[in-house]
Nanobody, 126 residues
Framework: QVQLVESGGGSVQAGGSLRLSCAVSGNSYGLYCLAWFRQAPGKVREGVASVLSGGTTTAYSDSVKGRFTISQDNTNNTLYLQMNSLKPEDTALYYC???????????????????WGQGTQVTVSS
């Protein structure tokens, strides 16, 4: 099991940037996936970006590819999401999530992820 605490959300104008952080602690997994999800009011929670532990393999949703970058800093056990060229449709509650993996790649579907943070709000105004 893993404890996750997000920070870094806020309000920004369209075209701006934000960097989200997720402090990871209590990690008892060997190989694992970390990911960012988001959920806007009235919409389903969607996967935005994922990374395999060690930071060597990443995946992005089409809606953020080329604008967002996921990274992991193993020295301070922190997951990041750098968000550039933000759009009003990026407005949502952003969560980080984790699960153990025993092979394969880190998907952006919700079901394998069992550990979740409390979320941090991102609001993009036009």
């Amino acid at each position: 099991q893993v404890q996750l605490v997000e920070s870094g959300g806020g309000s920004v104008q369209a075209g701006g940037s934000l960097r989200l952080s997720c402090a990871v602690s209590g990690n008892s997994y060997g190989l694992y996936c970390l990911a960012w999800f988001r959920q806007a009011p009235g919409k389903v929670r969607e996967g935005v970006a994922s990374v395999l532990s060690g930071g060597t393999t990443t995946a992005y949703s089409d809606s953020v590819k080329g604008r967002f970058t996921i990274s992991q800093d193993n020295t301070n056990n922190t997951l990041y999401l750098q968000m550039n060229s933000l759009k009003p449709e990026d407005t949502a509650l952003y969560y980080c999530a984790a699960h153990a993996i025993y092979g394969g790649s880190c998907r952006l579907s919700r079901s394998p992820y069992v550990d979740w943070g409390q979320g941090t709000q991102v609001t993009v105004s036009s």
